[in-house]
């Protein structure tokens, strides 16, 4: 008698959620990549990190890669799409920080159109550290781009619901709806966006992220228990697609950050920026992650590369 396969089959699904206009998040009902199961839905999304500033904060190894470009939003943009070939760009407007440049939410708001006019792919549209003034900036920015699909990430505790009813209610955009590494949290604000009235296929979650030895498997144990919850217990509530900012917190911290001069048996910086980013993107897209932003080029490269072995 041949061996047949036993095959594990839930009763939920994940939402598919399309981003711009062909952009397709999620759809799938079994664990990530568990294609021996059943559907796995849309592959995984990877999008790149650009700012509305020139980044003189990031670290050499990748700045570098950027010097060129990284003056102009749309130039740098064009740049990442031409040469990388990305399933969307990330413009993350830290321009705005109050505690920075402070640019007004009128100036941001044109540099988003001037992308959306120039780039080929969609957008994300990402904050700056304060979300009070992010609540300001996203409304502009939906204003400016109605009805585009587009992300805006992200809506968090302290402004959902100016966010939501801008981004998602007003001006047909999709809302990501961050929390803090907890289930209950993200369920909980996955049900007030909701009850403003957008719709579950306007939403995807970013449930929290964190780099690969600082509280990573806190991290992924959560979003696997949001899948879980999701396909095994058919939770509606949890059934938005993941996007994960993996680049804003593995380029952050010491193994990127350091030098070699000051550090010399850790080896090139560059490379330790580049292995932090790739372990976190392949570590939370096990766990569920249905879209991944990243920064270098090298890391878009081998995360594209993992996920064709694991969905062809």
Known sequence: MAYKMPTQKYSGKILEVTVGSDLKLGGESVLPFYSFDGDIGNKPAIGMEIWDIFPESWPAGVLDVFKEVADEPVKWAKHCVEKYNPDFICIKFEGASPDGLNKSVEECAEVAKRLAENVSVPLVIAGCPNNEKNAKLFTKIAEALPNKNYVFLSAVESNYKEVAAAVGLAYGNIVAAESSVDLNLAKQLNILITQLGVK????VMNPGCAAVGYG??????????????????????????MILPVSFESWK?????????????????????????????????AAGANAVILRHPRSVEVVRNFITEMTE
């Not at 990573?216 to 697609?241: C, G, H, K, S, W």
């Not at 030098?259 to 939370?284: C, K, L």
Request: aromatic share 4%; net charge negative.
């Open 200 to 203: 579950p296929d306007k939403m």
């Open 216 to 241: 990573f498997e806190y991290a992924v144990t959560t979003m696997d228990r949001i899948r879980l919850a999701a396909l095994e217990q058919n939770d509606a509530t949890l059934q938005m697609p």
């Open 253 to 285: 911290v010491k193994e990127s950050v350091v030098s070699e001069e000051e550090i010399p048996e850790w080896g090139p910086q560059e490379e330790r920026g580049i292995a932090m980013e790739i372990s976190t993107a392949v570590g939370v897209l």
